[in-house]
């Protein structure tokens, strides 16, 4: 009899030991969002062409907004801007982001945006290709990248943009934070 119940004791402690190691497993899977294999922060600044100042300028309207609301439906711009590491307009710039934008809603500022970050440095050399609606009111944005070249050879993830500045019809700056999930 003592012996049967030395070997229940047994069996419960392996049990409990199952138990433990599979909370404990369970606890060690990956969570929902998965870790990038590649993550870049950049700031892009666009000076948009008033009209004179070609020298400076790295955007500019195309057209004008086609008069639904307040917010610039319509009204599409260029840019071919640079990239910086920190938030200075002349550091030396690691990339260029070459695209457009235009405002596509009449109830808030939000613009649709396709555009490449062209990286020709030491530490990249390819392109990554975004696009997807930025609703400038939201702190935070997101944005889809869709593909890439070279050192981002079929690369996808997601691009988070923040404004950091903005001067309306001016300048404005926002922090670019490149997350790829899928790399080669
Ligand atoms: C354009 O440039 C001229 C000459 O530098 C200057 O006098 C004028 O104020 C400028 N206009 C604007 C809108 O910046
Ligand atoms: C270029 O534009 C930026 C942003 O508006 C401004 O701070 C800077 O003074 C300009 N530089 C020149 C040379 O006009
Ligand atoms: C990349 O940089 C090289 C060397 O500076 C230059 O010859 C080439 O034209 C650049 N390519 C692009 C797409 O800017």
Same mark, same amino acid.
């Given at each position: 009899m003592a012996e049967l119940s030395k070997n229940y004791d047994v069996f419960f402690f392996l049990i409990l030991l199952l138990l433990s190691l599979t909370s404990q497993l369970s606890l060690a899977r990956p969570s929902k969002e998965p870790k990038p294999c590649k993550h870049?922060?950049?700031?892009m600044h666009d000076v948009i062409f008033n009209g004179?100042?070609?020298?400076n300028a790295t955007g500019a309207a195309v057209t004008g907004p086609v008069g639904l609301g307040p917010f610039g439906f319509g009204q599409v711009f260029i840019f071919d801007n640079p990239m910086t590491? &920190?938030?200075?307009? @002349? =550091?030396?710039?690691?990339?260029r982001a070459q695209g457009f934008y235009f405002y596509q809603m009449k109830t808030a500022p939000s613009t649709w945006m396709a555009f490449t970050l062209v990286f020709n440095s030491t530490e990249y050399k390819g392109t990554l290709n975004v696009m997807g609606s930025n609703f400038i009111p939201a702190k935070t944005r997101y944005l889809s990248v869709v593909g890439g070249t070279g050192d981002f050879f079929m690369a996808r993830g997601i691009l988070e943009?923040?404004? &950091?500045?903005?001067? @309306? =019809?001016?300048y404005f700056r926002v922090k670019m934070d490149v997350k790829l999930y899928e790399c080669y």
């Open positions: 870049i922060v950049l700031h004179n100042d070609s020298a590491k &920190d938030q200075n307009l @002349l =550091s030396p710039p690691a990339a943009l923040e404004t &950091d500045d903005f001067v @309306l =019809s001016v």
